[in-house]
């Protein structure tokens, strides 16, 4: 059974940082298939950041700000969020998707980000 339980949300003050963690269990896919997605009140989910074709991408929202990397041996992904805005506070999800696939499949319950002006 896939697990994947994300850690390190809270609440923190505008240009503060934090660092989410990702881990897996239970899988059969790679780290490079995991990725993170947020949701604020009243707006859809949004990915931003993983990686593709080895690459990562993120959306123009968090380009240079956040960054995700990962740790095969451990399974585990992390965000590291920082010069943190209002407009970032959201449930950020960890997901993961199998090889050769584009749809995310498998996803952790979410860890809430508040960020305070």
């Known amino acids: 059974q896939v697990q994947l339980v994300e850690s390190g949300g809270g609440l923190v003050q505008a240009g503060g940082s934090l660092r989410l963690s990702c881990a897996a269990s239970?899988?059969?896919?790679?780290?490079?298939?995991m990725g993170w997605f947020r949701q604020a009140p009243g707006k859809e989910r949004e990915l931003i950041a993983t990686?593709?074709?080895?690459?990562?991408y993120y959306p123009d929202s968090v380009k240079g700000r956040f960054t995700i990397t990962r740790d095969s041996v451990k399974n585990t992904i992390y965000l590291q969020m920082d010069s943190l805005k209002p407009e970032d506070t959201a449930i950020y999800y960890c997901?993961?998707?199998?090889?050769?696939?584009?749809?995310?499949?498998?996803w952790g319950q979410g860890t809430q980000v508040t960020v305070s002006s």
């Open positions: 239970g899988h059969t896919f790679s780290t490079r298939n």
């Open positions: 997901a993961a998707r199998q090889d050769g696939t584009t749809t995310y499949n498998f």
């Open positions: 990686w593709i074709n080895l690459n990562t």
